[in-house]
């Protein structure tokens, strides 16, 4: 047998181990993890033999065993509830980066807006001991926050605001968007206003708060179309369609992304109104710039002009929001401060720093053509 090529039969898994890589190299094992945990203790002719050892076997390091060492597992994990949105996107680059810079990767977990599927993520998140966790919104399950709250290890709440965080926070006040969109509307002459919004918990408050404000400001009950998330452009035209043709029903009644159910709006001051029994709608409060793209190409192959007939506000402010025709007003959400942020927060407490526990980044409504 060549004395220079390692064996290729091992037990267990099959992976490759540090005391192979030490005879491939020609030193100890204690001599090869010098060389790649603390290479300044070893002379260059050590490195150089360890490393051509490393990339011949494809050796990779057990970080799990130097991490109950140092205490540190070089990882943090995030969860989002969705990849194929594009809304989360620069937040989880941002924060790739900012990690990456200081020696930390991401493991990314999605949720799919379903809680059971949250908390089993976490409980599997929470059993490697990351060394933090970045959370897109906060949490619907106490069991899971407290769990958190034992854990040990950093939790940044991002995407939102609330009274009682976990630990840290990130974000910016979904009511406080809903209120200042019904106002902007209110501003531009809309009086008849309406929605169409996801199931998820964030976008049923803007609603809320949305339908809330209408009120206060002495307009019509807002008209509200609720479609599945993650939102699509085609549950956007769907949306508007039901809301122009006057179509009711109980929100949740065997909707789906093609097909959404019309109700009444989730405003606490228990008004409500359906399209068939309400004027036609003049605005339309999308919760997404998805949904808003397809209202914008359902209105245009209705005949309505946009935006004399009707007025369309999107939100996150997504690339092509800027380039539709017309273009898409919308609700801005600084996406990457929040990511960098949250880095920045998960770095500091490992430090030893309290920091701030919670960062408002607030929005901006950027008004284009559409409304």
Not at 9 to 14: P, Q, Y
Not at 172 to 189: Q, T
Not at 337 to 347: D, K, L
């Amino acid at each position: 047998m060549d004395p220079l090529k390692p064996r290729r039969a091992r037990r267990g898994s099959g992976a490759v181990t540090l005391h192979e890589v030490a005879r491939l190299a020609g030193v100890a094992p204690i001599t090869a993890s010098r060389a790649l945990n603390k290479p300044q203790l070893v002379s260059d002719e050590v490195r150089r033999k360890v490393a051509e050892a490393v990339a011949q076997t494809g050796y990779v390091p057990n970080l799990l065993a130097g991490g109950l060492a140092s205490t540190r597992s070089r990882l943090v994990a995030a969860v989002v509830p969705t990849l194929t949105g594009p809304v989360f996107l620069p937040t989880v680059a941002a924060l790739t980066e900012a990690l990456a810079a200081e020696g930390c990767q991401l493991m990314l977990g999605q949720t799919g807006y379903d809680v059971a599927r949250e908390d089993a993520l976490l409980e599997a998140i929470i059993g490697r001991r990351p060394d933090g966790l970045v959370l897109t919104g906060t949490l619907r399950s106490e069991a899971a926050r407290r769990r958190l709250r034992a854990a040990g290890f950093p939790v940044v709440e991002t995407w939102d605001l609330a009274g009682d965080p976990i630990d840290m926070l990130v974000g910016f006040s979904h009511e406080a968007v809903g209120r200042a969109v019904a106002r902007h509307l209110h501003a531009r002459g809309r009086r008849r206003l309406a929605l169409i919004g996801g199931d998820d918990p964030r976008a049923r408050r803007r609603a809320a708060a949305f339908a809330d404000e209408a009120a206060r400001l002495g307009l019509d009950p807002v008209q509200a179309v609720e479609v599945p998330a993650p939102t699509t452009l085609r549950s956007g035209r769907a949306g508007l369609r039901q809301l122009l043709g006057g179509a009711t029903g109980q929100a949740g009644a065997g909707g789906t992304a093609g097909t959404p159910s019309i109700t009444g709006t989730a405003s606490t001051t228990g008004t409500t109104a359906t399209a068939a029994s309400a004027a036609r709608p003049d605005a339309v409060f999308c919760s997404s710039d998805l949904l808003a793209l397809g209202v914008l190409l359902q209105a245009q192959a209705d005949g309505l002009r946009l935006p004399q007939d009707l007025a369309v506000i999107g939100f996150g402010d997504l690339d092509f929001a800027a380039d539709t025709l017309p273009a898409l007003s919308t609700v801005r959400i600084d996406g990457p401060t929040i990511g960098r942020h949250a880095a920045a927060c998960i770095v500091a407490r490992a430090g030893g720093d309290a920091g701030p526990r919670v960062i408002d980044v607030g929005f901006r409504i950027v008004s284009r053509d559409s409304d």
